[in-house]
């Protein structure tokens, strides 16, 4: 299926289709399963410098077809504990992708360097969690603290640094600007669409945090415009993420602009088998559509239609 590889910032990936960040990625096994499932690489949930317990339960409220609401306050073990993860990963063949979050650019930097020496392929930075009190998007809805991360950890490592965006903005193709001018070598949108859950019975917010992160269909249409936007805006390759379920939804996302997806609440609702159905599915659409490479379809629906 030789459409399908694809090129990020000197990187090849045997597909498009990722396992996203916040889900199976919290043991070498299940990167490694994801990968062996057929994903094109894999992202560890984000890891910061020190042990962390997240939020009180409820973390999680499933929302039907809409998708899953969830706070989980960015639990992880540091990143000390959690490089082993990665060992254990890469020795089961999966390229890995290093998924970091700190509080200022000296704290990412330094998980940079240590993702680069535990042999992660490229870097995701997450600038957008939507509810962590001066992290995430706190940082990352400020064009200038967003900069500042980017640039200190490009001059920290030599692997590709992918920056994840929050939708949560008015301008995403700001953001997306902020990091591409700081040397991001591709720009990652979206991440979950802030929102919460109240019970009417119980008269309160469902979550122990209240406010939450939505994932899921529902939130596709928001993804496809934040990528669509940030095309017209930025040469840096896009990463699609947002609601991805089927192989057409892929498919939206590379003509709205993305080079390769991501598939995080899917993969929680369908199984593993979501990554062979999907990467086939959308080999098949490029096909179909007389495309050779993802490469060619890439931000297609920006083109005026040939008569
Ligand atoms: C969490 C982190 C995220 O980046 C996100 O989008 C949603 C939730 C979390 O750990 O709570």
């Not at 910032?9 to 996203?20: D, F, K, Q």
């Not at 706070?71 to 000390?80: H, T």
């Not at 001059?155 to 997306?176: E, F, M, Q, S």
Request: charged share 20%; with cysteine.
């Amino acid at each position: 299926m030789d459409r399908l590889v694809t090129e990020i910032a000197g990187v090849r990936y045997r597909n498009p289709v990722l396992l996203a960040s916040g889900i199976w990625g919290e043991s070498g096994l299940s990167l490694a399963r994801a990968y062996n499932a057929g994903a094109g690489a894999v992202i560890t949930k984000s890891i910061g410098p020190v042990p962390r317990d997240g939020y009180p339960n409820p973390t999680v409220e499933p929302l039907g077809d809409w998708g899953l609401l969830n706070a989980m306050g960015l639990p992880n073990p540091g990143i000390e504990n959690y490089l082993k993860e990665v060992d254990e990963a890469r020795r089961a063949g999966a390229v890995v992708i290093g998924s970091i979050f700190g509080a200022t650019a000296e704290e990412f930097a330094r998980l940079a360097r240590a993702m680069e020496g535990a042999g992660v392929s490229s870097l995701e930075l997450n600038l957008s969690c939507p509810h962590a009190k001066g992290l995430g998007s706190e940082i990352g809805q400020d064009p200038h603290a967003l900069s500042e991360v980017v640039k200190a950890v490009k001059g920290a490592v030599r692997i590709p640094v992918w920056a994840k965006l929050t939708p949560n903005t008015h301008d995403p193709g700001a953001l997306a600007e902020a990091a591409a001018g700081s040397g991001a070598d591709a720009v990652s949108a979206i991440n979950t669409v802030r929102a919460m859950a109240i019970s009417a019975k119980a008269m309160r917010p469902v979550l122990a945090h209240k406010l939450g992160g939505l994932s899921g269909p529902a939130v596709k249409p928001i993804g496809l415009a934040c990528v669509w936007q940030i095309y017209e805006r930025v040469k840096a390759p896009i990463i699609g993420i947002g609601g991805i379920t089927t192989a057409e939804d892929a498919f939206e996302y590379v003509i709205a602009g993305a080079s390769m997806v991501e598939i995080g609440t899917a993969v929680s609702t369908r199984g593993e088998g979501v990554f062979r159905e999907v990467s086939k599915g959308l080999d098949a659409l490029l096909k179909e559509h007389g495309f050779s490479s993802v490469k060619d379809a890439v931000g297609a629906a920006h083109r005026e239609p040939v008569s």
